[in-house]
């Protein structure tokens, strides 16, 4: 019966979700039931392929990532893959209409971290942020909107912006492993061997920017997705803080984090502002 390897399948990607990002598992726990594992599906997704370019060294990378994209459009094909990410993400892919564009963005900006270190114009930077951010903000509004095409044109523009926000905060926050690792710098302009104050705030001046067109969108939001994504949003705006008032050195040399404690008490924040529906 293909309905209990169905739900295995969303599992595994729930199970990946918790274990690279306790902050986005419980920010999707507090979406209704009825998406949760749509969310999980489609962040399965897009962390196996981000972790085939950021993360297995000494494999053949270009290989692995041109393989995971056959096999996802031979699960979407045939209806089902063993390979339960796949699985369960083209399950969702046709259930809530999550067109293909969408899919091949994500997998183009994916590929760029192949090829590509430094994004020398602010055209190549909004198109691999468009690629890498923006799109998985429109797939999980298609989930949000479930069908409902008017609000996901109402909403499209805020969705791209929150993913863009969200994709700019990691990459400061990533700048040391991005610079030193992966040799990567995704800022145009900006020389991440002389980091300094001003090339951040202007980065963070940016940032603040998208988070204050990104919330026009999510007061917006259907019942079912509001108070999780406003968590999200309110735990990426407190690490955004975080950064700020970090000295630019120290962001170059350290990965900034925002404690557990802190997290659990931003919970209850979002809970306290979401239930008095000051959002």
Do not use: W
Request: charged share 25%.
């Amino acid at each position: 019966m293909k309905q209990l390897f169905d739900d295995v399948s969303f599992k595994c990607s729930k199970l990946v979700t918790k274990n690279y990002s306790t902050s986005f598992s419980l920010a999707v726990y507090m979406l209704s039931p009825s998406i949760r594992d749509a969310i999980y599906s489609i962040y399965g997704f897009v962390r196996f392929a981000d972790e085939i370019v950021d993360s297995f060294h000494g494999f053949q990378k270009e290989d692995l990532i041109n393989d995971f994209e056959k096999e996802y459009y031979k699960a979407y094909d045939s209806g089902i893959s063993l390979n339960p990410i796949l699985n369960s993400f083209q399950i969702t892919v046709k259930q809530y209409n999550i067109s293909d564009d969408l899919v091949q963005s994500f997998l183009k900006s994916m590929k760029l971290d192949l090829v590509k270190s430094d994004y020398h114009s602010d055209e190549e930077y909004k198109e691999y942020i468009y690629g890498s951010a923006d799109v998985v903000g429109l797939m999980c509004l298609k989930v949000f909107v479930d069908g409902n095409n008017q609000k996901y044109e109402q909403l499209k523009d805020e969705a791209m912006r929150l993913g863009s926000a969200f994709q700019k905060v990691n990459f400061l926050r990533d700048l040391k492993d991005d610079n030193l690792v992966l040799n990567r710098n995704y800022f145009p302009g900006v020389d991440l061997n002389s980091f300094d104050e001003k090339s951040k705030a202007a980065i963070i001046l940016e940032i603040e920017e998208d988070f204050r067109v990104a919330y026009q969108g999510i007061v917006k939001l259907p019942m079912e997705a509001k108070f999780g994504v406003y968590t999200a949003f309110v735990y990426y705006k407190k690490l955004l803080k975080k950064l700020k008032n970090t000295p630019c050195h120290e962001i170059g040399s350290a990965r900034i984090r925002v404690s557990n404690y802190t997290k659990a008490g931003l919970l209850a924040q979002s809970f306290v502002t979401y239930k008095l529906k000051l959002v």
